[in-house]
Antibody, heavy 122, light 108 residues
């Protein structure tokens, strides 16, 4: 069973860069999964897609965040990562990594990380 | 592309709850549904309009036609109280993912 384990700081200062990593276990990030995504959820609000990377390398971002987001995959470490620059209080949220079911091309998210609450505050 | 859900739905135990997800010609697209309980990550409960992933009770079902996709929960239990989100994934040029605003299901 594929598992996603998130890591990264829970507090980031305004104007700095938020960095989170998602480590995949129970499978190979490079052969089993075709898409790695990030989703966030501000406190008390709904889910917001941040962006994702396809296995072929193509990356797509939410238009509202595109200028500040960088996604990457490190196959050697079985990890994928999110960087969000120039953060403000509006970026305070629970951040999730998520992937479709392994060995599938499903357009949904079967596997989710545990979530990381990131607060932006000085 | 916008997916519109009612903010809240209330239902008595044992009854049937219907949660809608509105979108322009959504019936021509594939819609997925998630259940999220407080403090937990979302769980996929309906895939591709009507399919239930392994382990999801038969009480959960979905449909999609015209401008509305619907999640139906039969014989509602107290444990079904949660937020429910619909989701669409555009596989054309933009490859964007959209979630509905979410519906809080309250079991009376």
């Amino acid at each position: 069973q594929l598992q996603l384990q998130q890591s990264g700081p829970g507090l980031v200062k305004p104007s700095e860069t938020l960095s989170l990593t998602c480590t995949v276990s129970g499978g190979s990030i490079s052969s089993n999964i075709y898409y790695w995504g990030w989703i966030r959820q501000p406190p008390g609000k709904g889910l917001e897609w941040i962006g994702g990377i396809y296995s072929g390398g193509n990356t797509y971002y939410s238009p509202s965040l595109k200028s500040r987001v960088t996604l990457s995959v490190d196959s050697s470490k079985n990890q994928f990562s999110l960087k969000l620059s120039s953060v403000t209080a509006a970026d305070t949220a629970v951040y999730y990594c998520a992937t479709p079911k392994e060995y599938s091309s499903s357009r949904n998210f079967q596997h989710w990380g545990q979530g990381t609450l990131v607060a932006v505050s000085s | 592309y916008v997916l519109t859900q009612p903010p809240s739905v209330s239902v008595a135990p044992g009854k049937t709850a219907s949660i809608t997800c509105g979108g322009n010609d959504i019936g021509s697209k594939s819609v997925h549904w998630y259940q999220q309980k407080p403090g937990q990550a979302p769980v996929l409960i309906i895939s591709y309009d009507t399919d239930r992933p392994s382990g999801i009770p038969e009480r959960f079902s979905g449909s999609n036609s015209g401008n509305t996709a619907t999640l139906t929960i039969s014989r509602v239990e107290a444990g079904d109280e949660a937020a429910y989100y619909c989701q669409f994934w555009d596989s054309s040029s933009d490859h964007f993912v959209v979630f509905g605003g979410g519906t809080k299901l309250t079991v009376l």
